[in-house]
């Protein structure tokens, strides 16, 4: 098994090099690079509204401010290297996990990673929890009572969650519960009050938890439909295997044929999903949540580093994310070990 590990922990160097080096490539042709960004700032305009535009007379971006200065800015910014140097200056960079410096937040990048990563934590960590809280027992019972009205009602339920996407549903509850056309039972925006420092230790938690409950609900009322359904389909292929008809004819008691039996190999696929799911909650469908509601976190960050061209917090996060599921991937497949004998990397 440590020669497989080992095998896959080299194959990640590779790979990690390959989505870097067509990323690179790529943003080398995006127009209105961060040297752009600058001088529309400089010539005080917005490059996402009435900034200058690429039209027939060719690229007029730069024009109102000195040739001199866009030649400080591309130093500053190292574009007045090639690009073979600026991309073996970026690669020994990530090889020493040094993800560079923001060019517009003048700040490293793991800062602000580091800043912007609780927020993502506290969405994710919420949304996977409940998700799998409410899903597998959910679809423990439904398989149980398979055919009836309330396997019925609760897949009509779940599939209606599953079909509303989150940010629609995230409007949905602002309009409803957030001060729009009925009640403001909830805050508009934000993870914290804005007297937070002055809470006591008790109301701080209660002032977070009132803080996350729209935001988390409009992330995980779409993802019970996959687990359950999966936890549900599981255990019901698991219930008519052989092995549970012979411990019916042994006089096993139905729960302990349930629970000591089906329950433990129908939920191995389940199981083994768990760190992608864990680390996946992070990071995947909160762009728009974060939008929404105003949380400063790392799907937002993603987001404003695109549009502004900010390539070292582009690149880095990249880095970040990729490096993240490479090893989620990793421990997914070593879990099928933990939870079943039966399999062998040799």
Do not use: C
Request: aromatic fraction near 14%.
């Amino acid at each position: 098994m440590w020669a497989y590990i080992l095998k896959r922990v080299l194959l990640m160097i590779p790979t990690l090099f390959g989505i870097l080096t067509i990323t690179f490539a790529v943003i080398q042709f995006v127009p209105g690079g961060p040297v752009e960004q600058m001088v529309y700032q400089l010539q005080g305009r917005n490059s996402a509204g009435e900034g200058p535009r690429a039209t027939g007379a060719g690229y007029r971006g730069r024009q109102g401010v000195d040739a001199a200065r866009i030649q400080e800015i591309r130093k500053l910014y190292g574009f007045d290297k090639p690009v073979h140097t600026r991309f073996v200056q970026m690669i020994s960079q990530f090889a020493r996990f040094d993800l560079g410096k923001s060019f517009f937040h003048n700040e490293d990048v793991w800062q602000l990673i580091r800043e912007k990563l609780p927020v993502s934590i506290s969405l994710g960590v919420w949304s996977f929890l409940l998700t799998y809280l409410v899903s597998v027992p959910l679809g423990i019972a439904k398989a149980v009572r398979a055919g009836s009205r309330f396997d019925t009602a609760t897949t009509l339920i779940v599939l209606v969650g599953y079909a509303i996407p989150s940010f629609v549903m995230g409007v949905l509850l602002l309009v409803l519960f957030s001060g729009g056309a009925f009640v403001q039972w909830f805050p508009l925006r934000g993870l914290t009050s804005s007297n937070w420092d002055e809470l006591s230790m008790m109301a701080k938690v209660m002032d977070y938890l009132w803080h996350i409950v729209l935001p988390v609900t409009a992330m995980v009322l779409g993802s019970f439909a996959v687990i359950t359904i999966m936890t549900k389909n599981s255990v019901l292929e698991e219930i008519h295997k052989q092995y549970v008809l012979t411990a019916r004819a042994k006089g096993v008691s139905e729960r302990n044929v349930m629970w000591r039996h089906v329950f433990r190999n129908a939920l191995i696929p389940i199981m083994t999903g768990f760190p992608a799911a864990f680390v996946g909650a992070f990071f995947s469908s909160s762009l728009l949540i974060e939008t929404l509601f105003s949380l400063d976190g790392l799907g937002l960050l993603s987001y404003e580093s695109v549009i502004r061209r900010d390539y070292p917090v582009v690149l880095g996060s990249l880095f970040f994310f990729t490096l993240i599921g490479l090893v989620t991937t990793l421990i997914r497949d070593l879990s099928y070990l933990w939870v079943d004998p039966r399999v062998k990397y040799d």
